[in-house]
């Protein structure tokens, strides 16, 4: 496979190089020793909010010892009318190392660069940096290097969730077992995972939840959505958590909506691994960053 400069899927990155992926990962959160990119710089341009992808690809960039320049279309000249993709190119333009960019549509490519772009987020489609460091807090959970007969079970809006999009590609990858479970309204189908809507439906054999927020943002003018309902039927609370595997891990890529998607008692649960995602987080992306700069000077 022709190793990508603008890695916009996790079908961009091969399956030797994801694993190399996690192999650097693992030695940054061991031994929190950094190879060092002095010149080199990330420009981050976020068109959509963001608390946790942009300060992590920012934070694993000052790890890597490289400059951070952060472009705010708040106070940009898309107020002026510019449009993202002009914007973009004008990014392109200043030669960032590395541009990692989220908006709420996909981006025409491949864009004219000599540098890396990262996705980190473009609408409903793909949040690659994020389904790795899922999985690799999975593998680091399991202490294993494939999610092999794990039973993995996604609840929530899995038709806007670009989280859940890269996720169920990256954990087939590992040879898990998916199953998802959302209203038929938020459902979608993907090849070889089983859809269910309805708790009483789902195997109890689960070894991994992962909760999705209900994305708002997204639900099209037709779309139904009662809040009221979906708690009834969707929010992991502990009584629908104890009809899983004792030791359960659950994940979530937050923002969390407690009380909505996840129960406050789950969020905090002993089996939550939460925090461990915000924490691999900046492990994956210095190792994603690590590879894109290698890849540049190819
Ligand atoms: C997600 C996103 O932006 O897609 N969050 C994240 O990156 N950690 C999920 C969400 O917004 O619900």
Redesign the pocket.
Known sequence: MVKKKQIFSIDDISDGDINRLFFRARSFKESNNYPQFRKAVLLTAFFEP?T??RLSFEMAALRLGMRVANFQPQTSSMSKGESIEETIDTLLAMNPDILVTRQAESLKLPLKTHGIVING?DGCNE?PS?ALLDCFTLLHHFQSDNLYKKNILIIGDIAH???AHSGIKLLKRLNANVFLLSPKALAVVHEDVENFTSFNDVPTDIDVVMC??V?KERLGQGDVFNQRDFIADFCLTKERLENFHKHCAILH???MNKGIEISEEVAKHPCSLISEQVKNGIFIRAALMEYGLELKSL
Do not use: A, D, I, W
């Open positions: 963001s946790r992808t987020g949040h994020q969730s670009r989280v999705l927020r994305q890529p937050g923002p």
